[in-house]
């Protein structure tokens, strides 16, 4: 069981490239999270999918896409990197939609914006 | 604005002692999960231990219990008989909805 899987764990862009950070869990969850860690500060949500087919902006969205693929799949895409978005990234999942009571991470990728 | 403090950026702990990490919060809403969060060197985030808002009864999970104080709005994590391995960051969040917030953490260390 693999849980939530994210792709790549480290990538490096210049500063004007794009990329796509993959996600997908195998749990059957209905509801997905991207977040961004910078240093000395906790987690902050980028965007979420409260189920299959719908997206809602978090507390930091700007500068970020998502598309969820699918119920397993979640990606966040940078359309032009900024180094402001060197930061390491965590996707995750929730089994319930309306009372959410935990989150399951990924391992995070680690981007660096030049 | 919906807010976590962790006033602790650092702590550490002889190996076999007990140790509490302090952690409020701000809201205004009556019905949210609290939770604790470590993340070792690893950059795993591991739930330790998570409490419902509408439950009065504190939280526990073999060496980690919560003292959770909703007038306070106050959620402090107690690791009790540390070992080596619980050195990490510690995170306190709160969940309302879909919207998790975390505080900036607590970094951890035992020592032997």
Redesign the interface.
Known sequence: NAGVTQTPKFQVLKTGQSMTLQCAQDMNHN?M?WYRQDP??????IY?S?SEGTT?K??VPNGYNVSRLNKREFSLRLESAAPSQTS?Y?C?SSGRT??????F?G??TQLSVL | AQTVTQSQPEMSVQEAETVTLSCTYDTSESNYYLFWYKQPPSRQMILVIRQEAYKQQNATENRFSVNFQKAAKSFSLKISDSQLGDTAMYFCAFMIGHDMRFGAGTRLTVKP
Do not use: C, P, T
């Open positions: 509801s999270y000395g500060m906790g987690l902050r949500l979420y409260a809602d978090g507390e390491v965590f995750a309306v009372h959410n009571e935990k989150l991470f391992s995070g």
